[in-house]
Structure formats: structure tokens, C-alpha cells
């Protein structure tokens, strides 16, 4: 069964390899948004079986547009794991409350990059 994931974030070389791994080693179609706005735009629309989302992006954050997807009957229940450059103990905790699935630390490392992104979302084949 293929996956369907939606990538946002702000980097276009970040989108790009997360998309490169994900499509070409796991066979899952990716799509991508540049904003939160974008990726809110796209999960109402598109029918996904997980969001990559950047926590910091210039307009919507990622934490403003999770919350925004939390509160669209639409797009509550797609799981949503966040994407972070800088994880402290006390940021992950904090995450760990806003009903997200888990924590991908960029940078991360693309050859591991599709086992972190199953395990995280429960996919595990």
C-alpha cells in the first residue's frame, strides 16, 4: 500500500531529498508545501497518511499550522510528526503535548531517513 506524505517546509533542498528518500527508496508518493499555509491548503484537500512539518518557517510555523489541523474536522486525525533543527529536552517535551506523532531531528541522515519517517508514523512493514 502506498503511503502518501506531505512534506512542509520553508528549504527547498530539505523538501527535496526528504521527497528523494521517501519516493525513491520507499516507493511512497510525496507532495510538498512551502508554508503552513500551503501544507494546511493540501491536507484538506488531499487524502494523507502522515505531514512532515517544520516547526520554523517564516509566516505559519509549524506549530500554528498543527494546531490548525487539529481544530479542521477534515484533517484531525492525520498523523503529524515535526520536523526540527534544534530538539532540547524541554522543546521535546513541549512537542510531546500538542498530539504530535514524534520528532524528526534535522539535519537527519537520508539513508535512515525512510526507517525514521515509518517509525514515527507506525508504518512499519
Same mark, same amino acid.
Given at each position: 500500500m502506498t503511503k502518501r506524505v506531505l512534506v512542509?517546509?520553508? +528549504?527547498?533542498?530539505?523538501? %527535496?531529498v526528504i521527497q528523494g528518500c521517501l519516493e525513491d527508496i520507499a516507493g511512497w508518493e510525496v507532495l510538498t508545501a512551502t508554508s503552513g499555509e500551503q501544507g494546511l491548503? =493540501?491536507? /484538506?484537500? +488531499?487524502?494523507?497518511?502522515?505531514?512532515?512539518?517544520? /516547526?520554523?518557517?517564516?509566516?505559519?510555523?509549524?506549530?500554528? %499550522?498543527?494546531?490548525?489541523?487539529?481544530?479542521?474536522? =477534515?484533517?484531525q486525525t492525520i498523523p503529524v510528526a515535526l520536523?526540527? %533543527?534544534? %530538539?532540547?529536552?524541554?522543546?521535546?517535551? +513541549? @512537542?510531546?503535548?500538542?498530539?504530535i /506523532?514524534?520528532?524528526? /531531528?534535522?539535519? @537527519?541522515d537520508p539513508m535512515t531517513l525512510v526507517e525514521q519517517v515509518a517509525s514515527v508514523f507506525g508504518w512499519e512493514s
Open positions: 512542509v517546509d520553508d +528549504e527547498a533542498d530539505i523538501r %527535496a491548503q =493540501i491536507a /484538506v484537500k +488531499e487524502q494523507l497518511d502522515g505531514i512532515l512539518m517544520d /516547526v520554523s518557517m517564516p509566516g505559519m510555523g509549524g506549530l500554528e %499550522a498543527l494546531q490548525k489541523l487539529q481544530e479542521n474536522a =477534515i484533517t520536523l526540527t %533543527a534544534k %530538539a532540547l529536552a524541554e522543546e521535546q517535551e +513541549e @512537542f510531546a503535548s500538542l498530539g /506523532v514524534g520528532l524528526i /531531528v534535522k539535519p @537527519f
